[in-house]
Structures are given as structure tokens and as C-alpha cells.
């Protein structure tokens, strides 16, 4: 009998075992590649169904999911041909190189072999095309992925309604508690070499009705941009804007008014950020903004330039909800990894108390909160809060960490009541 148990006990857990062994995953390309090298002249192109026009040999598209455990993966492609009979692509992950052929314009699943995995983390999965005797390498909407470090699981984008979103990456907070009757909230930024990535956005000064940082628009064009949403029961209006300043409605995230400056800001420089939030006495909110420039400790001359001036309709409140953030708005860049250091956080009160925020609650945006992506961190030193996003690294603190820089910083030497402001 008890022979017979020990039989029948293994064979389960072969059956499982082989089980195991076959299950398999797809990931989409749609809302998990990037063409990480691209080439002259070509246009591969990414949507939510995958990779398309995929005619040059210099590219490379790159694959992302994150693997729970370290041990082997067993790849395939899912795609077709269309204009070409044949094709060849080689396949790599960490200098681990095999090559798939394609053939055939029905869909299917195109075996290209097993890889090793050395630690558990995200796996970055390489395309480039070898040869086709067509103007295409072909079609390819998925990777399916099977073996032992996909047994525990996988992380990856699986939503195709918010593909778009998970391609842009992961944006992560820095929440601060302010005190009440909190007129004026000031901050720096300082955006170290190399993280200053085409498409990032480095809020400083965040509040319950919008936001005030710096961007990286294109290779040419940087801006500082102060914007506020529009109240549930009226339009946001503006007052009055600063010289060279640009205002204008917004709409896609919401609708608000929009103001910004172009201005050719420099990473490793710490810029300056102050917003103040005041009741207008008539039942509305004036949020107002400056940016400073680079100012050397202890000077008393540092100039600052006013953004703008926004009326928000329908609430008369003092500035609360303070905070900053980190994000990609380009999707086609989300793969690519950014940083800031946010520092010198105080509140000043509408009776002038001066009080340093020396502790961040940190929390994430739907796209981390549901697993859609997993690089957004943040962290302290001794004198400054950082936050990092996009790269696909694998280790983050957990959304709801506390934070604190330990060393005080000397009060800004900011006359409020001198800050530039057209009649």
C-alpha cells in the first residue's frame, strides 16, 4: 500500500512538474517595448497591437517583464510576415544570443529558445532583425515566455486600456504636511548630469488644485510651466502673467489654465520655487508663482521671475495638499530613466511663521498602484528628498514610506514682499 502511495504521489508531482514546465505567458509588446536604438531614416513604429514597420536591421526593440525568481526562460515570438516569406531575428538577453525565423503570414507562436536567468528582477529582452528577403522583418504583438523564473510569476503591462500610460512610466510623490493657513510654499530642485531625459517633468511646488516645476520638452526647448485645474463649479482664470510668459487653457488631464516660461534651465544647478495660495475675499483662490535662478548662499539679490497669476472660482482657500513629483509624459521614452533631488521645503504661514518640512510620505500613480510598472522610488539623504522613475530598476520603496532629511537647512533669504508682481 505503501508502495503504491509513493507511486501514485510521484506521479502527481511529475504531472505537476510538467504542468509547471508548460505554462506559458504572453507579454504584449503594445504596452511593454521600446525601440531603444533607433535607426536613421526608419520609422519602427510601437502601438497598443505591438511592433509594426520593422524594416531596418540597425534597430533595437526591447522587450521588458519583471521575473519573481531567477532560473531559465523558454522564449517565443508571437507574430506573422507581411512583405517577405522569411525572415531572421536575433533574440538576446544579457549577451545570450539565439535566432528566430519567421515565416508565414498567419500568426503564430515562433520558438527561439532558452535563456538563463541570474536574479530575480526585470529582464530586458532584445530584437533586432538579422536578414529578410523582403523590406520587413514582420509583425510581432507578444513574447511568450515559459521556464522556471516565469513559474513564480510575472510582472508586466496587461492592461491594454492603459498601455498608453504604462509606456510613459511610473510617477511617484512626495507628500508634505504644511501647516494651517499656509500662504506661501517655497522648494529647489536640482536634476543631476544625465537624468535630464527629453519628456520628464519635475514638479517642485505641488498643491491640491495644480502644480509648478520644470520640463524637458525636446532637444532644443526646456520649460518651467505653473499650472491650475479648474474648480468643480467654475472656470480658472487669469489674472496676470510675467514678461515671456505663455498662458493658455488646458485639456487632456483634466481642464485648467496653463502657464509657462521658456527657459534653458541646467542639470546639476539647484533652482528655486515659490507658490503662494490666498482667498480674494470675493469667494475664490489666487494661486500665484516664481522661479529663481540659481542663487549663491547667503545673497540677498537673487532674481526671480513671476509666472503667473490663476483665479480659481467657487473656493476661497490657503494653499494645502503640498507636494512634488516625478513623471515621463512620453511614451516613447518611458524606458529611460530619470532623477531629481527635491530639497529646502518650507512653509511660510499668512503670518509670516517660517516652517521647514523635513519629512515626505512617498506614494505612486495608478500605473505602479496596479503592477503596471515597478521602477518609481524615493529616498532621503541628509539634506534633500530624491525621487527616481523609468530605467526598469528592480528595487522601490514601498507607496506609503515616510521620509526624513536630517540636517536643517538655513531659512531662504526671500523678501516676500518684494517678489516681482505686474500691476
Known amino acids: 500500500m505503501r508502495n503504491l502511495f509513493v507511486c501514485c504521489l510521484l506521479s502527481l508531482l511529475l504531472a505537476s512538474g510538467a504542468v509547471l514546465a508548460q505554462t506559458k505567458t504572453i507579454v504584449p509588446l503594445g504596452g511593454n517595448a521600446f525601440v531603444t536604438r533607433p535607426a536613421p531614416a526608419h520609422e519602427e513604429l510601437i502601438d497598443d497591437t505591438g511592433l509594426h514597420n520593422w524594416t531596418s536591421n540597425e534597430a533595437i526593440v526591447s522587450v521588458y517583464f519583471f521575473a519573481k525568481q531567477a532560473g531559465t526562460v523558454e522564449l517565443s515570438l ?21 535566432q ?23 529582464v530586458k529582452v532584445d530584437l533586432q532583425g538579422v536578414s529578410t528577403d523582403g523590406g520587413y522583418f514582420g509583425d510581432v504583438s507578444g513574447l511568450e515566455v515559459g521556464g522556471s523564473a516565469a513559474a513564480a510569476g510575472l510582472a508586466f503591462a496587461d492592461d491594454p486600456a492603459n498601455f498608453y500610460w504604462s509606456r510613459r512610466g511610473p510617477s511617484g510623490h512626495l507628500n508634505f504636511t504644511v501647516p494651517e ?25 505641488g498643491f491640491s488644485t495644480g502644480y509648478f516645476g520644470i520640463q524637458v520638452n525636446s532637444e532644443t526647448e526646456r520649460r518651467v510651466l505653473f499650472s491650475v485645474w479648474d474648480s468643480p463649479g467654475g472656470k480658472t482664470t487669469l489674472v496676470k502673467k510675467g514678461d515671456g510668459v505663455s498662458a493658455q487653457d488646458f485639456g487632456g488631464e483634466g481642464t485648467g489654465g496653463q502657464s509657462f516660461l521658456r527657459y534653458d534651465w541646467k542639470p546639476g ?11 480674494d475675499g470675493r469667494g475664490n ?4 508663482a516664481w522661479f ?16 503667473a497669476t490663476w483665479r480659481y472660482e467657487g473656493v476661497s482657500s490657503y494653499l494645502t495638499k503640498a507636494h512634488s513629483f516625478i513623471e515621463s509624459f512620453y511614451p516613447e521614452l518611458g524606458h529611460l530613466e530619470r532623477m531629481a533631488h527635491y530639497g529646502n521645503q518650507w512653509a511660510i504661514s499668512k503670518d509670516g511663521v517660517w516652517t521647514e518640512l523635513k519629512s515626505a510620505r512617498f506614494s505612486v500613480d495608478a500605473t505602479a498602484r496596479n503592477r503596471q510598472r515597478l521602477d518609481v522610488t ?36 526671500v523678501d516676500l514682499d518684494a517678489l516681482p508682481e505686474p500691476r
Open 78 to 98: 508571437v507574430g506573422a510576415l507581411h512583405g517577405a516569406n522569411r525572415s531572421t531575428v536575433e533574440v538576446s538577453i544579457d549577451g545570450q544570443r539565439k
Open 100 to 122: 528566430a525565423v519567421l515565416a508565414g503570414t498567419a500568426a503564430s507562436s515562433i520558438p527561439v529558445g532558452t535563456f538563463t536567468i541570474a536574479r530575480p528582477g526585470y
Open 181 to 205: 493657513h499656509t500662504e506661501y510654499f517655497y522648494s529647489e530642485i536640482t536634476v543631476p548630469k544625465g537624468h535630464d531625459r527629453i519628456g520628464s517633468y519635475f514638479m517642485a511646488n
Open 269 to 279: 544647478s539647484s533652482y528655486r520655487f515659490i507658490t503662494r495660495a490666498r482667498p
Open 285 to 288: 483662490t489666487l494661486y500665484s
Open 292 to 307: 529663481g535662478a540659481p542663487c549663491l548662499p547667503g545673497a540677498d539679490d537673487c532674481e526671480w521671475k513671476f509666472l
Open 378 to 413: 524615493a529616498g532621503a539623504t541628509a539634506d534633500s528628498f530624491y525621487m527616481r522613475n523609468g530605467g526598469f530598476f528592480d528595487k522601490a520603496a514601498a507607496p506609503g514610506t515616510h521620509f526624513t532629511r536630517s540636517s536643517a537647512q538655513a531659512k531662504p533669504r
